[in-house]
């Protein structure tokens, strides 16, 4: 069977970062922990006034293929995943295709490109198109470009507007990859949702809390669908776990659920129950609500023990760290909780040949899916070539007035054009509008 996955990966920030416990906080009147301990975030990433889904993409793509050493005749399939589109037919793809054509010899005439769109996971569903694509032999030798691009801001005064973030991750699917092996096996937890939409307007419309929930149950499902197919699982199993990460504090409760849910049944929970008892059955409960205190109340202690907080530090808190610093990308978020992973293990030294990842993808409205890694040979030398902490340290930290500015810029219903704050070089940038209401974008050299 055909060895099929992610061959390389390239992070593109917006050029701008919103300080979190700084600016924001002292604006909103909030204590800086919040930020930092409750959401688990440092910094948002915002675009430029001359940033946008395209350029964004366009310019992870870019440093992609010239990186890899491609031309875009060895590109069968650009997919883009987005939840930011400005246009109802015309797909981001076409947009990032036309930028590329700047930049490179030849054309795209004769890749296949489109748009997917389920939220935040829509970046799996694309990885997944190109799988299925190169595993059905219809490539033709070609690998795929999918681009994962979001500026996932919120209107000014929603509770989201803490956990906003701007940027793109480009990935190469192909045959024999070089980073990761994607699983055949797959689950899924899908549902009519009402927790996150953008009925035809830019910002969502969000319940936040009840967002939380419908993430882990969703994400449980997704979970008790892949142990079906997959069989028995156990939380050595994996190096890592990168789950799509809104905010660092979801993933804390996500993997606190996984871990328990995982450990049903297990040694691991006989062990743990010197501790702290055995896991709540519903069976030995009479009423919900009793079942549900038990079960909080296990959760705080299983939390609290040395053999949970070893596994989180090690398989958890290293996705989280790029997260951190650029809050929520959406369709990106995932992909950049498992670069913030093999980062972490590069930069340690931890050989990650044939070990292999949990992830957990999410999106709202909703759905989640669960699907193993198995990370390859020549991961490290992959790794090594992301420049994305330069990236995070070149960005211009915005005051309250930048911040309120360029809120407004980016907003579509705002007609405001104001003076870019950094200065692109080497990369893509939004030119103003065509005849047709078209976006125009040019290379800066
Ligand atoms: P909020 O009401 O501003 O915050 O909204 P909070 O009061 O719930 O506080 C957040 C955390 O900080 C809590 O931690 C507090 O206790 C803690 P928790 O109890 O939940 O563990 N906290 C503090 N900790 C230390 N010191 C302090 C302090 N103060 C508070 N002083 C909310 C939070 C998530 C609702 C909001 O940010 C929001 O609406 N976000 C947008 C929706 C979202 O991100 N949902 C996540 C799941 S849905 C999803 O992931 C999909 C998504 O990516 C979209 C897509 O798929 O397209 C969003």
């Given amino acids: 069977m055909k060895s099929v996955g992610i061959d390389a990966v390239e992070i593109w920030t917006g050029n701008l970062k919103l300080d979190l416990p700084g600016t924001f906080a002292e604006q909103m009147g909030d204590d800086p922990a919040k930020y930092t301990k409750g959401l688990g975030l440092n910094a948002s990433s915002f675009p ?21 050493g491609l031309e875009p005749d060895d590109i069968g399939r650009i997919d ?30 004769h890749a296949n490109k489109g748009e997917r769109k389920f939220a935040c996971i829509a970046g799996t569903q694309s990885l997944d198109d190109a799988y ?68 035809n307007q830019q910002f969502p419309s969000v319940d ?19 142990q079906r197919e997959a069989g028995t699982i156990t939380v050595d199993d994996f190096r890592y776990a990168p789950f799509h990460t809104p905010f660092p504090g979801m993933v ?30 519903e069976e030995a409960f009479d009423d919900e609500e009793a079942f549900h205190d038990a079960i909080r109340e296990y959760m705080d202690a299983l939390k609290g023990t040395d053999r949970y907080q070893e596994w989180y530090a090690n398989t958890i808190e290293p996705t989280l760290t790029i ?35 949990l992830v957990g993808s999410y999106g709202s409205g909703a759905q ?36 309120e500015e360029i809120h407004d810029a980016h907003n579509h219903e705002m007609d405001v054009d104001i003076e870019p704050l950094t200065t692109p070089e080497g990369e893509f940038v939004f030119d103003g509008w065509g005849r047709m209401g078209e976006r125009k974008y040019r290379f800066v050299d």
């Fill in 48 to 68: 430029d006034s001359y940033e946008d889904i395209v350029t964004m993409g366009a310019n992870a793509a870019h440093r992609l293929m010239e990186r890899k």
């Fill in 80 to 109: 883009v995943a987005t939840e930011s589109a400005f246009d109802n037919s015309k797909p981001v793809s076409t947009y990032v295709a036309g930028c590329l054509e700047q930049v490179f010899e030849g054309d795209f005439h």
């Fill in 132 to 199: 299925n694509w190169i595993r059905a032999g219809r490539n033709r030798g070609r690998a795929a470009l999918v681009i994962a691009t979001d500026t996932a801001l919120y209107a000014r005064g929603d509770a989201g507007e803490a956990t906003q973030g701007a940027g793109a991750v480009a990935m190469l699917i192909s045959e024999d990859p070089d980073l990761v092996e994607l699983s055949t096996e797959q689950g899924f937890g899908s549902a009519d949702e009402t927790d996150f939409l953008k009925p």
């Fill in 208 to 226: 936040g809390k009840r967002s939380v929930q419908v993430y882990l149950a969703r994400m449980r499902e997704a979970l008790v669908d892949y």
């Fill in 252 to 281: 804390r409760k996500a993997a606190l659920l996984a871990y328990r849910h995982i450990t049903r049944d297990t040694e691991i929970e006989d062990e743990l129950a010197e501790d702290i008892g055995r896991q709540p059955r």
């Fill in 323 to 357: 997260s951190r610093e650029v809050g929520n990308w959406y369709t990106g978020s995932v992909h950049v909780a498992r670069a913030s992973a093999l980062k972490h293990a590069a930069e340690n030294d931890i050989d990650m040949a044939g070990e292999a990842l």
């Fill in 368 to 403: 989640a899916e669960i699907h193993t890694e198995v990370v390859q040979e020549n991961w490290h030398e992959e790794i090594e070539a992301l420049n994305v902490d330069d990236q995070l340290e070149a960005r211009y930290d915005i005051n309250w007035e930048d911040y």
